[in-house]
């Protein structure tokens, strides 16, 4: 392992673009579970049933049943060791951005400037009949909260039978036309269309630094250097080592 931390550090430091992409497993170690795992939101709710747009038009109030385990799983959760690493790259110029596909704000928490967020973010709520926006701390005393046209408020996420937002994507995918490496954290890319994004980036001459528990489908397609471990343990292992190849 030491070995391919070594190569992973040596490649990021001659990188003049590097980009990261992140997924639930970043923050698993924040407190937050993966939707899909077995013990994650989809376990105890189905989400054709509570997780669609379709839903939450109809029913908001039932929906909201799920959204408020959500947030009480969400409200607490802090940035990791992970989330502290990718910031630190960025703030030493190594890390041109992130594409996340998480909602949980740990990213901007821990102090990443650029983040491009695939599927919204759950710190704020919108009105979908006047267009207001709050800040969920702000308006989480009262649940369901309200507008304050009496409207129930939708979190600023993708529901399923949402389009993902024009921005991220277009954002994202030049970053990944861009970018000379991607660092791919605690993702198996599967879930479209941020699957993409590493066949993109490989396409256009990226590198590939991929850190997951186990080998995913990227592993044996696109993935240069395989860094396998908690992505707390491996990106602190990792940054540490950039920073003692700067001097």
């Known amino acids: 392992m030491k070995k391919e931390i070594r190569e992973a550090a040596r490649i990021i430091r001659r990188s003049t673009k590097t980009a990261a992409l992140t997924g639930a497993g970043i923050s698993v170690e924040s407190g937050i579970p993966d939707f899909r795992s077995r013990c994650g939101l989809w376990e105890r709710f ?13 029913h ?17 959760a802090r940035p990791n060791a992970a989330h502290k690493g990718l910031a630190r790259l960025e703030e030493l110029g190594l890390l041109e951005g992130i594409i996340t596909q998480n ?43 309200k507008c304050t046209c009496g409207k129930i408020l939708k979190p600023d996420v993708v529901f399923f039978g949402e389009a993902i937002p024009a921005q991220p994507v277009i954002e994202s995918q030049a970053l990944a036309h861009a970018c000379q490496v991607l660092l791919v954290v605690g993702t198996s890319a599967t879930v479209a269309p ?7 980036a490989q396409m256009s001459g990226a590198q590939i630094i991929e850190v997951n528990i186990t080998p995913t489908l990227l592993t044996p397609l696109v993935t240069e250097v395989f860094l396998h471990g908690k992505a707390t343990e491996v990106v602190t292992a990792l940054v540490n080592e950039v920073e003692k190849t700067m001097g």
């Open 60 to 76: 908001p109030e039932k929906v909201w049943a799920m959204l408020e385990v959500m947030w009480s799983i969400m409200e607490p």
């Open 194 to 200: 941020a699957n993409a994004i590493p066949r993109i």
């Open 46 to 58: 189905d989400p054709m049933e509570y997780g669609t747009i379709e839903a939450f038009r109809t």
């Open 103 to 145: 909602i949980d704000n740990l990213h901007q928490a821990a102090g990443s400037k650029r983040v491009i967020e695939y599927h919204g973010n759950c710190r704020t709520l919108s009105c979908l009949s006047c267009g207001r926006q709050y800040r969920a701390a702000d308006v989480s005393q009262q649940l369901p909260p």
